[in-house]
């Protein structure tokens, strides 16, 4: 199995180190594959640049010995899936990691049946979400559940870092202090 974990990592969180050791731990894949979004991925409107997440998850899962972090969608997000066909060039048996707070809006995602038809998911549960699994069943899709609770949000981080500092790990909350990232709420 390889594991292919998205997101925009803006910033990397403690969760998001908790939530690769409880996959590691639990599935004990070949590979885990950090895939963070690019600067096209526009709806993200306080999406740091590229380069900076990229340096925060290196930092952030240096001492994880089975994880590469891809630079697909650095310049261009084609979608998800095409960004999961381009590796599965290279790797194969692929689940995608998936937080239950984007279940509710999976339906909208670009070629999402495509998806659902061809590859795998982890599911990650989160506080306050429902799991409606309708859509994985409806495609007859593999599916895992890891059951993980936590209220760390990057989105919390970004409007007060100062109040939410201790979510993230200390060489990432230095890091963003130096370079002035998330200068929300003071």
Do not use: C
Not at 56 to 64: R, S
Not at 156 to 161: D, E, Q, T
């Amino acid at each position: 199995m390889n594991i292919v974990f998205g997101g925009s990592f803006n910033p990397p969180t403690k969760a998001h180190l908790e939530i690769i050791l409880k996959l590691n731990k639990t599935f004990k894949p070949t590979n885990i594959i950090i895939l963070p979004v690019g600067k096209t991925y526009s709806w993200k409107n306080e999406l740091v640049h590229f380069d900076l997440r990229y340096q925060m998850i290196e930092k952030t899962f240096k001492n994880v010995e089975n994880l590469s972090i891809s630079k697909i969608e650095k310049n261009n997000f084609e979608g998800t899936l095409k960004s999961l066909m381009v590796l599965s060039e290279k790797y194969d048996n692929i689940y995608f990691v998936l937080g239950a707070d984007n279940l509710e809006k999976f339906h909208e995602w670009i070629n999402y049946e495509t998806l659902l038809k061809n590859y795998g998911f982890i599911i990650i549960t989160r506080t306050n979400y429902h799991l409606d699994l309708s859509l994985f069943k409806k495609f007859n899709t593999k599916y895992e559940i890891i059951n993980y609770e936590s209220d760390i949000s990057s989105s919390k981080i970004r409007k007060n870092l100062l109040k939410y500092q201790d979510d993230l790990p200390e060489n990432i909350y230095e890091f963003i202090t130096e370079n002035k990232l998330y200068q929300g709420e003071k």
